[in-house]
């Protein structure tokens, strides 16, 4: 039996461990024991705590509460809280996912305290250093001693930066292994897909007909900060939908929300505010979110876990941010990246919307990537 301590702190992370802890409760058991840490990052109760309900993940056994601060002071704030119960749990290894400071935190006090660090998502490249999460990611990574990558490309960026790919056990830090395996999430949609359909009316609470309604997710501090791309966001939202008469879903983050009166141009803010065709919510849970992206015709983000859940449920995305780290999407040609470009949005969207017979090759992996992951951690 080992142990493991797994870090969630953000709302894709909880979600994530989702697919690890239900994989250990049905195949691993007796043989791998799951401690779990919340570290707070996101401590709005919408947009964290309900999904434990909803995805009948454990209740964590400790929460640090760290909430929101600014880079250095949380991220130093998680580390202390995650050295004490290190050194209190002794686990075998400590198991982080993603990019964010939750991700980095847990990283530097596991490193210090020579436990192995199994990161999940790992390879993962933007290629900008100006994103907080490129900077966790790679710290993470090459302070880990297993590594998965969702994707054949995370794979390759992992052998660029000098990861050897025959490394052979005893595996540290300094001799670490890594691995394709697929995606977490992929199993995690394949799971949920069939239970969204029964346990939501998302649909129907909004007027919303299937494929007949776009759906749009803003939370990057880079979009919802800076008022002339945020404009330019709304403004080709606005335009897409009164030119095609399709409504748009909004989702909003309640920090984005508050920021729409504030940054928006007054008329653009009132615009939208009396738009029939433009719809915002609030945050929706995440078998709402799944019922949402399977029945929306095309899904426009700024969230790189809605880029692929865009891809899982076969719906062309445009991507908006001027870089993504699931590259193949574009590569496929599956989603179109147009940042906050009102012009490069539209057509974006025009092209979508005469294209037919888009492809979704199978580069997700299998649907089991939490059972190969729980397998790996054990022969370590």
Known sequence: MIKILTIIGARPQIIKAAALSRAIKNSFADRIREVIVH????YDD???????DELDIPRPNYNLNAGSGTHGKQTAFM????????????PDRIVLYGDTN???????????????????????????????????????DHISTLLFSPTKTGYDNLLKEGFRENNTAPYSADNPKIFHCGDVMFDNSLYFSEVAEKKTDIL???????????LAT??????????????????????IANKNNCKVVLPLHP?????????????????IKTSSLIKIISPVSFLEMIALEKNASLIMTD??????????????????????????????????????????????????????GLEFPDIFGDGKAAEFICSQMLAL
């Open 102 to 140: 939750s991700t980095l935190a847990g990283a530097v006090a596991a490193s210090k305290l020579l436990i192995p660090v199994v990161h999940i998502e790992a390879g993962l490249r933007s290629f900008n250093k100006a994103m907080p999460e490129e900077i966790n990611r790679i710290l993470c």
């Open 39 to 42: 570290t707070g990052q996101h």
């Open 46 to 52: 919408n947009m964290s705590e309900v999904f434990f």
């Open 255 to 271: 920090r984005t929300a508050k920021l729409l009166s504030k940054n928006l141009s007054s008329e653009l803010y009132s615009n």
């Open 79 to 90: 580390i202390e809280g995650i050295e004490e119960i290190l050194m209190k749990e002794k």
């Open 218 to 239: 803003v939370h990057r501090n880079n979009n919802t900060d800076e008022p002339v791309r945020l404009n330019s966001l709304f403004s080709a939202l606005y335009a």
């Open 303 to 356: 969230s790189g876990g809605v880029q692929k859940e865009a891809y899982f449920f076969r719906k062309p995305c445009i991507i908006l941010r001027a870089e993504t780290e699931w590259v193949e999407l574009v590569e496929c040609g599956s989603a179109k990246i147009a940042d906050a470009d009102e012009k490069k949005i539209i057509e974006a969207f025009d092209y979508f919307k005469e294209k037919k």
């Open 204 to 214: 129907e609470k909004n007027g919303l007909e299937k494929g007949r309604f776009i």
